[in-house]
């Protein structure tokens, strides 16, 4: 059985943290946007990583920041990936000795090959919904249909998932990975344990269709 990753992002609180680690989460994200509503400080999020158990990745996400942003982050976080939702170039993304995901919003079908193209060096991608000015984040689900699926061993999908839809979601694409924020939310920021507990049940039970 192939069995589909899992990221929840937008962690703010150690008590969701350790709820998706427990709930079988792989990796958790944190923002470092802080524009968006689920920011959290250097402070915060490094004592949240101290306490985190083992074998789940930490990603720091950031939108269009420098490199001094990014390494003062990396420098005082323990952080195991990267993940660029800007206009980051592939030199940006490799240049702080840490593997990157880069995040592409699903405009057209050309445009997300381009991107995937052009970011080879990514572990990952990330194809999130598009909306005009919005870096991610968004809540809203896109056309699957544009999903590269030739190159669905680097995918993590995003956009609007949770437990109603992320089983059709890897029904149909078959991605290495899904990432969710709101979707298992109680509101922006603060996680559902028992949201999460039902959006992993529904992975788990997708994935042994195929």
Known sequence: MIRTRVKICGITRLGDGIA???AGADALGFVFFEKSARYVSIEKAAEICRQIPPFVTKV???VDASEEEVRKVVDRVDIDLLQFHGDESPDFCQNFNLPYIKAIRAKNRESIIEAI???SSAIGVLIDSYVPGVPGGTGSTFDWSLVPVEH???IILAGGLDSDNVADAIVNIRPYAV???GGVECRKGIKDSDKIYKFMK???SADKIY
């Open 152 to 154: 669905r061993s680097k």
């Open 179 to 181: 990432d969710i924020s």
């Open 60 to 62: 720091a996400l950031f």
């Open 20 to 22: 998706a680690a427990e």
């Open 117 to 119: 193209d052009a970011h």
């Open 202 to 204: 529904e992975v788990a």
